[in-house]
């Protein structure tokens, strides 16, 4: 998520919106947010209803075995089509804004076609 | 004649220890996060040493010291190692399959969410602004980050 925020104006000035999503509330992603000089907006989906709809849900992985989201990203165009996604198979493992920015190219140059 | 210090098991050791306890260290960059080679490096020149203490202290002990020291050290460095490959390859690989997640191609299901500051976002809401407030063209496109939380 540092590595997003690191390239957020690379990524902002492409014309990508960043938004961060957890079952974290308001509250703490607020916290969270001004901590770590977080500028991208961050979702609070505290019972988990829009990661269990996207099949995200991670039973039993959080604190005190509440449901978590696993770790996703998704790249969306503007009319709301997917255009990309990682699954990660391994937690510490995620995505990187180098691949992001290659499939945002990928995606605008098969528009331009 | 006074036996030497076996140095060598310690070094081992040190190196093992390192090898895990470095481990945040090197997700910090990319060449060494997705796969942790350097921490197996690490333990790896561990192992040489200790290996070197053992036979020093088992082969010459009238040389070195470390018949006792020897095998604990050796035995806490596999230790150490047995761990970290235990989290490396099961503890951070226990993930659901997320068969039914969305696909390349497909709709993204809409949602309204509140942010941080609890205002109430939608998808389209997103889909629909600019990409950044130093922005006034609408934005081509979002990047959806779903994380584990901070708590």
């Known amino acids: ?113 | 004649m006074k036996r030497s210090w076996n140095w060598s098991l310690w070094i081992g050791f040190l190196f093992a220890l390192a090898g895990f306890l470095s481990y945040t260290f090197f997700t910090r960059f990319p060449i060494t996060r997705d796969f942790p080679w350097a921490n197996f490096l690490l333990f790896g020149v561990g192992g040489i040493f200790l290996l070197v203490g053992l036979v020093r202290a088992f082969g010459k002990p009238q040389r070195y010291r470390g018949k006792i020291v020897g095998p604990i050290l050796a035995a806490l460095g596999v230790l150490v190692f047995g761990f970290f490959s235990y989290l490396i390859f099961y503890e951070l690989r226990q993930l659901p399959s997320s068969t039914g997640a969305p696909r390349v191609g497909e709709r993204t299901p809409e949602f309204t969410l509140p942010d941080q500051d609890n205002n109430q976002v939608s998808l389209t809401d997103l889909l629909s602004a600019p990409a950044s407030s130093a922005s006034t063209a609408k934005a081509k496109a979002a990047l959806l980050i779903f994380y584990r939380g901070f708590w």
């Not at chain 1, 609070?44 to 991670?58: C, F, G, M, N, T």
């Not at chain 1, 165009?77 to 699954?87: E, M």
């Open chain 1, 1 to 113: 998520m540092r590595s997003f925020q690191d390239k957020l104006s690379e990524l902002e000035s492409r014309g990508i919106r960043v938004v961060a999503l957890s079952v974290d509330t308001p509250e703490i992603s607020r916290r969270h947010r001004l901590k770590q000089h977080f500028t991208y907006t961050f979702l609070s989906d505290p019972k988990a209803e829009v990661i269990q709809r996207y099949d995200l849900l991670h039973a039993g992985a959080g604190p005190k075995g509440t449901d978590i989201a696993r770790p996703a990203e998704f790249l969306i165009d503007s009319t709301g089509i997917i255009r990309w996604v990682n699954l990660t198979e391994n937690i510490a493992v995620r995505a990187r804004p180098e691949q992001v920015l290659e499939a945002f190219d990928e995606m605008e140059s098969g528009a331009a076609r």
